[in-house]
């Protein structure tokens, strides 16, 4: 037999050994065998939680959580661990041998989720209580959320103060900040990674861009936090700013904490990326004051029609039923007691004739009179999606608003056990058109401590939701304490391109 003939057959039977191979191994289900993209749980969520205070009054309360899913729960880990205090702007070579000597402590969780479907708490007193680098994989990652509230009764932004801890990213909006003489709004910046991250701030006010050099630059040292305060970014106080943080290398964590002298303070949280139709849920029905903060980031002007979403539907407040936006120029309109005693939430649409122009937003809400008042912002929220999740709510005192600004919807809302016991209770509601539906929170049964909220989307349109913790009696000394977190899909599936099996590639 021929030496070509011999090449042919053991060609010939390699490439069967290798299409053997690849039967073998694709799977009966799935992209590969069906052709199409598939969603399939993530493997990996990072979460970052801003240092909560410098008060030594201040009592934090950290929570974690991971949803219940079809994912094997055999394996898998989800800590949060202290990141490094670091000052603005300082290089990560002069922090290096602090940050050596700190090491073995990061390395041990402050907070770890153990299962599924059960949350963790702990607690920190003072100003000592850290900023948190988090990270879960396998069963523990799709869905992973993780929160701190923390109550102080004195001093500046004195109140209940509440932040959903966040994954890092690049660029972030936060309408509705201030440098007005008696506020100190501070932006945390916080670094998860292992290299420095490079920031710029930018900040716009009623007349456009304010100059600042100081913004430009900012180093965050590899895992660890760095406050800064925005008044130091600009020499005339403005009441009204709208804030631009980008990532020009690494990426970031950030939100900034605003503290009033006298309406208290909250975290206020970045805005939902630019769009031309903005929600902002869960304004409560005892607010008596809204102020709406509006911004407009591309070239062209913005013209937008505003409506209140409430229980019996949808009307536009009287005298401010239309908001026009300059371009590059914060806006910001006093709604007064709107909701006027009913829960509802904003919805900000193009007019007719002003096209689509993208636009971020926020309200600061008061509650209380006097010196009793105390104040939470909503930024503009992105959908519930498939699934989301917010932790930390209590037997009482806990509020959660779903919004469908477009068609009607269905959700699923899930009460997960709570932190020292008990068992998880669901129920679904029916949320109207144009309507906010203040819904009645099924409590797990035997509840101890805190507990989950999980919402899920069943059918119809989008829905936007939000939570508020409230806090009264002694504990909150008299004053009307409350805070209010968004709930967004917490991106728990990801889209696998499909793939198979190509014998091509064997016979070039």
């Not at 009793?372 to 959908?383: K, L, M, V």
């Amino acid at each position: 037999m021929k030496r070509t003939t011999l090449s042919l057959i053991a060609a010939g039977a390699a490439l069967a050994a290798v299409t053997s191979v690849a039967a073998v191994a694709a799977p009966e289900a799935g992209p590969a065998a069906t052709g199409k993209a598939a969603q399939q749980p993530v493997e990996r969520t990072s979460l970052l939680c801003p240092a909560p205070s410098s008060s030594e009054l201040a009592e934090t309360t950290y929570t974690a959580f991971t949803p219940k899913t079809e994912v094997s729960a055999d394996s898998g880990t989800a800590a949060l661990v202290p990141a490094a205090r670091s000052l603005a702007g300082k290089d990560d070579k002069d922090d290096k041998d602090g940050e050596d000597g700190k090491k073995g402590e990061e390395e041990k969780p402050f907070l770890a989720v153990k299962k599924q479907g059960a949350p963790v708490t702990a607690e920190e007193n003072g100003s000592g209580a850290p900023a948190l680098i988090g990270l879960a994989e396998g069963s523990l990652a799709p869905g992973w959320s993780a929160q701190q509230t923390t109550h102080f009764t004195a001093g500046a932004g004195r109140g209940l103060h509440g932040a959903v801890c966040s994954a890092p990213d690049t660029d972030f909006w936060f309408p509705g900040a201030s440098t007005a003489e008696d506020r100190s709004d501070y932006l945390h910046l916080t670094n998860p990674d292992d290299a420095a991250a490079v920031v710029d701030i930018e900040l716009y006010g009623k007349d456009g861009a304010l100059d600042s050099e100081v913004g430009e630059g900012i180093q965050v040292p590899p895992r660890s936090s760095v406050p800064v305060l925005l008044s130091t970014l600009t020499g005339k106080p403005q009441t009204n700013l709208t804030v631009h943080v980008t990532a020009r290398s690494g990426r970031v964590a950030a939100a900034v904490q605003a503290l009033d002298q006298k309406v208290g303070g909250d975290w206020l949280t970045p805005s939902a990326e630019p769009s031309a139709s903005v929600v902002l849920p869960g304004i409560p029905k005892d607010a008596t004051a809204v102020r709406l903060v509006a911004f407009a980031p591309g070239s062209a002007d913005a013209d937008l029609k505003v409506s209140l979403a409430g229980p019996n539907g949808s009307l536009s407040p009287a005298g401010n039923e239309t908001l026009h936006l300059k371009s590059g120029m914060t806006t910001a309109v006093d709604l007064a007691d709107v909701t006027r005693g009913e829960p509802g939430s904003l919805v900000l649409t193009p007019t007719g004739d002003s096209g689509d122009t993208p636009v971020v937003a926020a309200v600061r809400v008061i509650r209380g009179k006097g010196a009793e008042q105390e104040s939470a912002f909503i930024p503009a929220a992105r959908p519930v999606g498939d699934r989301a999740t917010v932790t930390g709510n209590g037997a009482k005192g806990t509020y959660l608003s779903l919004t469908a600004p477009g068609k009607a919807a269905k959700v699923r809302v899930t009460a997960s056990a709570g932190t020292g016991g008990g068992t998880a209770a669901t129920k679904t509601y029916s949320v109207g058109a144009g309507r906010t539906l203040a819904a009645d929170i099924p409590l797990p049964d035997s509840l101890k401590g805190t507990y989950a909220l999980t919402v899920e989307t069943v059918s119809g349109g989008p829905v936007h939701a939000s939570r508020t913790l409230t806090l009264s009696g002694a504990a909150a000394d008299g004053i009307s304490m409350f805070t209010v977190q968004n709930l967004t899909d917490d991106r728990g599936t990801v889209t696998v391109p499909a793939a198979r099996p190509e014998m091509g590639v064997l016979l070039d």
